[in-house]
């Protein structure tokens, strides 16, 4: 089992420093610059507002506390806020549009997308589409996986256009 004769030491010790894999193969080598590349790409990625566009969180509104008219366009405004405080797992985003005389107003869509600023589309949901209720409220269920600040993007379109995008941040 074990070589016998000088010879054969000298093979055996050649071979357990690793001369020999050095000598055959380059995948070690080759992994670690895989992984340098990775982990740069990680890094950089990972910055906040690596992924955002134009037009995207960093350049919308900041919206008020929850249950403030938030003025939409000249004749509609909204309040929004969650059936419940936020904690982890599920809660629900209630959106309610007024027309000036005071009357529901579903003929927007609307759509939310949460997400953690501090680590920026690792938690997102992307954008969602609102449901409407038959009262005219409109809902959206919003996953909190962890403890610590939130943001909620609000983007408000009509006719296939966005009239209105802002953000809501808050902690868990």
């Given amino acids: 089992m074990y070589p016998r004769g000088r010879r054969n030491l000298e093979q055996v010790h050649i071979f357990l420093s690793g001369t020999q894999m050095k ?18 790409l990680i890094t950089v990625t990972s910055l906040p507002g690596a992924y955002c566009q134009t037009g995207e969180v960093e350049n919308s509104k900041m919206l008020p506390k929850c249950g403030e008219r ?3 366009d000249p004749d509609h405004y909204f ?32 759509k939310g997308d949460v997400d953690m600023p501090s680590m920026r589309r690792a938690h997102s949901t992307g954008d969602k589409k609102f449901s409407v209720s038959k009262k005219g409220i409109y809902l959206l269920p919003v996953p909190i996986a962890m403890p ?10 009509k006719n296939g256009k966005a009239v209105f995008q802002a953000a ?4 868990v």
């Fill in 79 to 110: 309040v929004y806020g969650f059936d419940e405080a936020p904690k982890l797992g599920t809660v629900i985003m209630k959106v309610e549009i007024f027309a000036r005389n005071g009357s529901h107003d579903t003929t927007f869509v609307v």
């Fill in 23 to 40: 000598k055959h193969s380059a995948f070690p080598t080759a992994s670690i610059v895989a992984g340098v590349l990775c982990l740069t």
């Fill in 148 to 157: 610590g600040g939130w943001e909620f993007k609000f983007t408000f379109e």
């Fill in 70 to 72: 938030v003025p939409l």
């Fill in 168 to 171: 809501y941040r808050f902690e």
